[in-house]
């Protein structure tokens, strides 16, 4: 909303404050100026008299004109098509004027031959309007006289309204509210009586409202002998300062009514209505329309139309019909006043992909009780706009469902209740009767409780809370004071929140940078992914980029990947968390969720590609082991217990050589392993990239740490190194010592890995490091070389392992 | 002379022979394992006092005694003479090692494991959801997929009304919607559970709305307390404590009246900008962060709307509460001098680095 502080001005006489105060005011009451700008014309331009004129020499279509500035007289190339004859006022912009609306500085030019020096200038030059025909002509102003003091010079606000307030969609409306908060009077404009005159009557036009409900009130008004034609400069000044394009006078009516109370009226041209008959109906199936934009529009049963003796001429509250439309030639005019349903008139607009002045105020709520002031007005503003009009007096009203003022009561207790402040009653009243509302009920004085009947134009006033918002906003909200609640604890519900935190913390330890991936994604990535098929399926998404919930965190994680890999980035170590989604489609999920919304399922996921960190030396690439280390230790760190990493080449999206299932306590928790060769080609990766993909919430449940009593005796260690052939994992071998050194072993660890040179081929040496210990005694080295002894010769004969020569 | 006295004499000799001969040997060694070899030499199980002593049972048995002294006398001196030159050769080895070239430390610090990088806005969640649990708020998590009716309908958002404008909001096929704000959450903690409680929900939220300055899915976290005798000077006061320990003491706190449909009163909430505060008095400068306003819009706030107490089944006339909410982008974006909001989602590994 454009508002113009002149025109406020002109509602509140009293009104002191500057423009940048005046906006303070209302922001600080909840009503945001975002923005002001100034208005008029550039200081330096003059009123000058068109003195002679004479076509160019060589070019055509340009005209030299020879213009009085009151102190001298020069010439001036122009090219307008209506330069005034002599004796005609035009706006000169001398030398050096800038103009900002064009973003120009004048300068000397030379056109043709001819030096000009200055620019004869148009509205639209001037930054008065968005387009102009030609340049400004004059109807008052004095040779050498600035052209500020002629044309308007305003504060534009831009506000930002909140849709609870309506009101402040009109002039009146900001009035009120700011001679509130100033503690000022305001006035509405004085409307010319038409009392005694020739009537509405005479056009004898009938009204039928068949949808009471969504048209509670039809008044409307007219005026005869309207000539139409261009509106006054002040009028059309005033609209194009408010982004309104001037058109004609009868249209520059409404809309000026429009901007000044909020309300949007319609204006017909009365000799096309046919049959003097107004019908507000709901459309039928044969109705068609063409609104004024042009468009043929195709009806619903739940649009709201005004109609006419054929048929409809406006889809209600919206937008009027090309047919009735306001012509050179109308004469008659017939202005309507309604009071539309919200709603009704929401879903229309939204229906027809509309979204104008009207429509938007409609939906907002206008005021329902103020047609006899907006008609009046109008018919008012016509006979000034249109001079030799023949306004006619009073207007007619129709009603459908009745509306009424709602009464509130007031508690002065339930003020201080909510606010933690005491006001007194008596403020709080009048601030309320200052906006609007009408006390009808209270004790006055020490009154305890009172009732308010809510104004027309305040549809958010609905109970108790919105009056002490009121009294609140007017004094201040601002000036509530700060005092600390007794907080009584609460626990955490769901505790999905504090395992993300552990998950980011074990994951950012371990070198990993976070990236936050989208929770939507595209069926194409999750099929390659071999991801469940989506199940979540978005019914407007904004692009098919975003069209399905992810059913797997490696979507956007690749996604995040490629991003680095276009900035140039090789290597890349990423982990994500979120959720994935998936609807319920077993009976007992759905009996459990009565509502029946999708499975959401906290998970963490992991992505390595490129090289490993290395110091000084030449990186290697990061391999499946690597994977492994970031899997095992996100297990460890989260939930202080091992993992268990067991080969499951079941994962379609992983490399089964590579691929394994990652358990905690016999729960399965998530997998790891390089991605598939397809699944790289499918995305295009060119590069081995390794992944972890982790459940969280089991996670979070694993059991904690138990700490155990420290050992007493010493150890006794030994190292044992193993030619084993690869077909045996190591971690065979492992458990097959580990076994077999019974219980004196306390840990195996395979500290070295070892080919070539003189192990055979597919062949390694495994140097494993045996703790042996006891709990009752030292052991002697005769004692733990018999196991030894036993542990290499069970080895070889269950896995063919030999003791490195 | 007899051969006894010869041997002792003989004995004698070697012994004040390898007396006087053994420092210059040990100064001969340079290195600490030449010394010990020539030490060994010397005192070893086969080195040459043992060979001298060899002969002492040639010697007359009364002199024995005599000989073992003296040989005692030149081991001690020997191992003396040994001490001495091994401390000699490792304060050397020290001197050299000292003052030899400095290392170079230009060359990159070998870290164990460079350490990642939480995103900005788990950041900021993790800062604000530890204030408000030390204010005695506890999180409640909730669906980032939810029903209409707990997302606007218990919320007083009335269908058809221009409120939801404000909140484009994306369906599913299953007639349910990403939640377009974490005020779900309200929802779903007052229908089930019965007030006291003071909850804070940080969540993923969702619209419908892809620009500059919009992202589809982004970030918020709401705060609600709800008890008997809640009062708008209470939500002042958490919010004057909740910037305290955001932006620092004193951190000033404006309220501006506005709407949302589930709070009455309801109103913006403007921070004293951090970065043009001047220390010495207090008062901000103004700075391109706060578009030299010297205040920050962070966050919306309100008292609780009965008609959302009632649509959970709690009495308005007995509890109240307040609802606080803001856009951990937002807050990011403020904190870290982040100049747009998409680099916060293309995770370009330049820009996560630099948390
Ligand atoms: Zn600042």
């Known amino acids: 909303m454009l508002a113009s502080y002149n025109w406020l001005k002109e509602l509140c006489p009293g009104l002191t404050l500057s423009a940048s105060e005046v906006a303070d005011k209302l922001t600080g009451a909840g009503i945001e100026v975002e923005g002001q700008k100034p208005y008029g014309a550039p200081d330096e331009c003059i009123v000058v008299k068109v003195v002679a004129m004479r076509p160019h020499p060589t070019k055509s279509g340009l005209r030299l004109v020879t213009v009085d500035t009151g102190a001298a007289q020069q010439e001036i190339v122009c090219g307008a098509p209506n330069v005034p004859e002599p004796g005609g006022l035009v706006v000169l912009a001398p030398l050096g004027t800038h103009l900002p ?56 606000f831009e506000i930002g309204l909140t849709p609870n307030r309506p009101d402040g969609l009109g002039h009146i409306g900001l009035a009120r509210e700011l001679a509130a908060l100033v503690g000022i ?66 249209v520059d009516v409404t809309n000026l009514v429009m901007l000044e109370t909020g309300h949007p009226m319609h204006a017909f041209d009365y000799d096309h209505v046919q049959d003097a008959h107004i019908i507000v109906r709901r459309a039928r199936e044969t109705d068609a329309m063409k609104t004024l934009d042009g468009v043929t529009r195709e009806l619903s049963e739940d649009d709201l139309l005004i109609c006419d003796g054929r048929g409809p001429v406006a889809l209600a509250g919206v937008m009027g019909g090309a047919d009735s439309e306001i012509g050179d030639d109308t004469t008659r005019v017939l202005f309507e006043c309604a009071y539309f349903d919200a709603r009704g008139v929401r879903r229309t607009a939204r229906r027809h992909g509309l979204h104008t002045e009207s429509s938007h105020r409609f939906e907002r709520g206008v005021d329902w009780d103020d047609h006899a002031y907006v008609l009046a007005r109008a018919v008012d ?72 009947e809510a104004p027309s134009h305040r549809p958010d006033l609905l109970r108790e809370v919105d009056l002490i918002e009121e009294v609140i906003r007017v004094r201040g909200i601002d000036t509530v004071p700060a005092e600390l609640p007794a907080v009584r604890p609460t626990r955490d519900v769901g505790g999905r929140e504090a395992a993300f935190s552990r998950v980011r913390e074990a994951a950012v330890s371990l070198g990993l940078s976070e990236a936050v991936t989208f929770a939507f994604t595209t069926k194409e990535s999750l099929t390659k992914l071999h991801a469940p098929a989506p199940s979540v399926t ?67 996921a992991a992505l390595l590609a490129g090289d490993a960190p290395a110091y000084l030396k030449k990186p290697r690439p990061v391999d499946v082991w690597d994977a492994l280390g970031i899997a095992e230790e996100m297990v460890l760190r989260v939930t202080g217990t091992r993992a268990d990493l067991r080969r499951d080449t079941s994962f379609a999206h992983l490399h089964p050589r590579g691929s394994a299932a990652i358990y905690v306590h016999d729960t399965l928790v998530g997998r790891v392993g390089p991605l598939h060769p397809d699944v790289l080609e499918a995305f295009d990766l060119g590069t081995d990239v390794m992944v972890v993909e982790l459940d969280v919430m089991p996670l979070a449940r694993a059991q904690a740490v138990r700490c155990v009593p420290l050992p007493r005796f010493p150890r006794n260690t030994r190292d044992i190194a193993l030619v084993v052939s690869d077909d045996v994992p190591a971690g065979l071998v492992l458990s097959g010592v580990k076994k077999a050194a019974g219980d004196l072993c306390e840990e195996v660890s395979l500290f070295d890995r070892f080919t070539g040179d003189s192990i055979p081929k597919d062949h390694a040496s495994l140097a494993f490091r045996v703790v042996y210990r006891s709990k009752d005694k030292t052991l002697t080295d005769a004692e733990v070389d018999a196991v030894h002894t036993r542990v290499i010769s069970e080895v070889n004969a269950a896995y063919g392992a030999k003791l490195r020569a | 002379m007899s051969e006894a006295d010869d041997k002792k004499a003989e004995i004698d000799r070697a ?209 609600f307390l709800v008890d008997e005798h809640v009062t708008l000077a209470h939500l002042r006061g958490v919010l004057s404590e909740f910037a305290a320990r955001l932006f620092g003491d004193g951190t ?104």
């Open chain 1, 538 to 604: 978005l019914k407007n998404p904004l692009s098919e980029l975003q069209a399905v919930m992810r059913t797997s965190m490696l979507a956007g994680l690749i996604d995040a990947f490629g991003n680095a890999r276009r900035h140039g980035e090789r290597s890349a170590r990423l982990f994500t968390v979120g959720n994935t989604y998936e609807a319920r489609n077993n009976s007992s999920e759905l009996r459990e969720a009565a509502d029946n919304l999708p499975v959401e399922t906290a998970r963490f």
């Open chain 1, 101 to 156: 609306a064009k973003n120009m500085t004048i300068g000397k030019r030379d056109i043709g031959g001819i030096p000009s020096e200055g620019m004869l200038c148009s509205d639209s030059e001037l930054g008065l309007s968005e387009e102009s025909d030609g340049i400004i002509i004059l109807d008052q102003g004095k040779r050498g006289q600035r052209v500020t003091e002629v044309v308007p010079n305003d504060v534009i």
């Open chain 1, 185 to 250: 009077h305001w006035k509405p404009p004085f409307v010319v009586e038409t009392e005694g005159r020739d009537t509405i009557e005479l056009l004898g036009v009938k009204v039928t409202i068949e949808d009471g409900v969504r048209c509670p009130i039809y008044a409307a008004a007219g005026a005869i002998n309207v000539k139409i034609g261009p509106s006054p400069a002040w009028a059309r000044y005033r609209l194009e300062s408010l982004g309104v394009r001037a058109i004609s006078n009868v």
């Open chain 2, 252 to 355: 000033p706190v404006r309220l501006r009246p506005s709407y949302f449909p589930f709070v009455e009163p309801g109103a913006e909430v403007d921070l004293g900008c951090p970065f043009c505060k001047d220390e010495k008095t207090g008062k901000r400068l103004g700075c391109g962060v706060c578009k030299h306003t010297g205040f920050i819009e962070i966050m919306g706030c309100g008292m609780i709307h009965p008609t959302v107490f009632e649509a959970c089944g709690i009495d308005p006339e007995k509890y109240s509460g307040f609802a606080l909410g803001l856009g951990l982008e937002r807050t990011a974006m403020v904190r870290y001098g982040i100049p747009n909001l998409r680099m916060m989602f293309e995770n370009d590994p330049r820009f996560l680095s630099q948390f």
């Open chain 1, 381 to 452: 503003l016509t006979s000034r706009l249109s001079p030799g009009t023949k306004p006619l007096a009073g207007h007619i009203v129709v009603h459908g469902e009745p509306l009424s003022r709602k009464v509130i009561r007031l508690r002065h207790a339930k003020i201080r209740g909510l606010l933690g402040v005491d006001v007194p009653m008596a403020e709080a009243l009048a601030t309320l009767t200052r906006l609007g509302c009408v006390v009808t009920s209270s004790s006055a004085g020490n009154a305890t409780e009172a009732d308010v």
């Open chain 2, 15 to 223: 012994l004040s022979a390898l007396c006087e001969s053994f420092p210059a040997r040990f100064l001969g060694a340079e290195t600490e394992q030449a010394l010990r070899d020539e030490n060994a030499k010397i005192l070893g199980k086969k080195g040459e006092l043992s060979a001298i002593l060899k002969e002492l049972g040639r010697v007359a048995p009364e002199a024995r005694k005599a000989i073992g002294e003296a040989a005692n006398a030149v081991k001690a001196k020997v191992e003396a003479g040994f001490e001495a030159r091994l401390r000699e050769l490792a304060m050397r080895k020290r001197d050299a090692e000292l003052n030899a070239r400095p290392f170079d430390l230009t060359l990159p610090a070998r870290v164990p494991l460079p350490r990642g990088h939480r995103h900005p806005i788990s950041i900021v969640r993790e800062e604000l959801v530890q204030i408000f649990r030390s204010m005695g708020f506890a999180v409640f998590d909730g669906p980032d997929i939810d029903t209409e009716e707990n997302n606007f309908g218990k919320l007083g958002y009335p269908p058809d009304h221009p409120a939801t404008d404000m909140q484009d909001t994306f369906y599913t096929d299953k007639g349910h919607l990403l939640r377009s704000h974490t005020s779900n959450i309200q929802i779903r903690a007052m229908s089930t559970m019965k007030p006291p409680f003071a909850f804070i929900a940080p969540g993923t939220v969702f619209r419908r709305d892809d620009d500059m300055t919009h992202s589809p899915m982004f970030h918020q976290l709401e705060a």
